[in-house]
C-alpha cells in the first residue's frame, strides 16, 4: 500500500512538474482524436547553451508536441531552432508563421497528414441550421 501511494505521489509531482513547464508556451495547434489532445505548443526565449557551444544565451524557438489522455500529458516531444542573433532586440515580436519552415511538419502551423488548425475545430456558423 505504501508502495502505491508512493507511486501515485510520484506521477502527481511529474504531471504537475509539466502542466508548470507547458504553462510558459503559448498553445498553436491542437487535434482531436476520441479522448486525446495533440497539441503544438511553442515558446521564443533566450537559451542558455552549454558553455562549449556558446558563452552567451542565443535567441531560441522551441516547439514542442504533446499528448494528453484525459487532460493528463502521457508524452511529449520538443524541438528548438536557432534564431538570427537580431531577434534578441524583438523577441515578443515574433510570430509562428516567421520561422515556421525551418521545422518538420509534424510542427509547422498547418501540418499536412490531416492535423488540424485550431480555427478548424470553431463552429462553422455559415453552414449551421437551427431546428
Known sequence: MLAASLILLLLVAWELRLQIWLGRTVR???????????EVRRR???L???EHVSEFPVPREERIQVHRLLGIVFWHEEMSIALPQTACEHLAEIAP????RQFPIWLRLAGSSG???LAQFAPDRKNSTKR
Open 44 to 46: 521564443v526565449s533566450m
Open 115 to 117: 492535423r488540424a488548425s
Open 28 to 38: 498553436i495547434r491542437v487535434r482531436r482524436i476520441g479522448w486525446i489532445v495533440i
Open 48 to 50: 542558455r547553451l552549454p
Open 97 to 100: 508563421q516567421d520561422f515556421d
